[in-house]
């Protein structure tokens, strides 16, 4: 298969048409592309293209979505045409090994399936089946249509080419694949964002800063730099001799809690779980989240931005 082909325009199917499920959608039909929806819900069947256009808006698309069908069933997909599926469906283990398994019957061979799947590994989600060489993670995050990078995710099943055509695809559609070689959980984003988070919501328990301190010490110190180089580069500009005698002093009295502090645990009991229920560690109200959100998809455009100019993207 040649450059050009492997970059053309395709036929994907995507599993589940919620948040997730949009974002991807969106990402697939600003490429171009044509695709298939398979949601049990008849009002989320209805409701995909008017729900795709702000996403098209954002990424700077034309508001098409004639490119755009939508099913109830699996086997209502066309399958014959379909070049990847991205399953986006609750994280319910059964219920994707369910619909992988049925997947694997109806997919024409050349076809890569995949789950956008946050925590469960490749390997559990697929287990048994007989063409475990297509199938892998790929994992997108929210906003999908908007954040860059997508992780796609290896058993030691998946089938190294395999992965690097989907990185391909994920290339040509504006996104900037990262191959994860082995599958573990939490993949990359979540395990080195979990580490922080860990340490951020233990601060907070033990009184040491507020919520609003603590976002700002991320947003305007280290995590500012972030946007213009990752971790290990940024240390290659400051020497990690510093930051291994640092990691002295300071890892040991890092939390190592097996799992969240209290004071999160008490917000869910509680139904303080952000905007859905409008409280979390801040009250909320529609006018304050909307515009939240319109501030926050405009921050992540701008940033957007700044990596095209680089050519990271």
Same mark, same amino acid.
């Given at each position: ?120 590994? &490749? ?88 919520? $609003? ?18 971790? &290990? ?49 801040? $009250? ?20 957007? $931005?700044?990596?095209?100019? $680089?050519?990271?993207?």
């Amino acid at each position: 298969m040649s450059q050009s082909e492997r970059h053309a325009p395709g036929h994907a199917l995507v599993v589940g048409g919620g948040t997730m499920g949009v974002g991807i959608i969106a990402m697939f039909l600003g490429g171009g592309w044509k695709v298939d929806v398979v949601s049990r819900s008849a009002s989320t069947r209805d409701g995909l293209p008017s729900a795709c256009a702000p996403a098209l808006a954002a990424l700077g698309k034309p508001i098409d979505t004639s490119g755009l069908r939508t099913y109830a069933t699996l086997p209502e997909a066309a399958w014959q045409s379909i070049d990847v599926v991205v399953e986006t469906v609750t994280e319910d283990l059964e219920l994707k090994r369910r619909l992988f398994a049925e997947m694997e019957t109806l997919a024409q061979s050349g076809c890569a399936i995949t789950s956008n799947s946050s925590s469960f590994p &490749i390997s559990a989600i697929a287990k048994d089946l007989e063409t475990q060489g297509r199938m892998m993670g790929l994992h997108f995050f929210m906003p999908a249509h908007l954040i860059p990078l997508v992780e796609v995710v290896r058993s030691i099943h998946t089938d190294v080419k395999q992965a690097e055509r989907v990185g391909e695809i994920m290339r040509s559609l504006g996104k900037r694949p990262v191959q994860v070689k082995k599958d573990v959980i939490g993949f990359l984003g979540n395990r080195i964002q979990g580490a922080l988070m860990r340490e951020a919501l233990w601060l907070i328990e033990q009184g040491v800063a507020s919520p $609003e301190d603590i976002d700002a010490t991320v947003r305007l110190s280290f995590g500012f730099r972030y946007a213009a180089a990752g971790p &290990i580069v940024q240390k290659e500009h400051s020497g990690w001799d510093t930051t291994c005698a640092v990691a002295k002093i300071i890892w040991p009295d890092l939390t190592n809690a097996p799992g969240p502090p209290p004071i999160l645990q008490k917000n869910v009991d509680e139904g303080r779980i952000g905007f859905k229920t409008k409280r979390g560690f801040f $009250e909320w109200d529609d006018q304050s989240i909307a515009k939240e959100r319109a501030r926050y998809e405009n921050a992540l455009r701008k940033c957007l $931005e700044i990596f095209k100019e $680089e050519g990271i993207l």
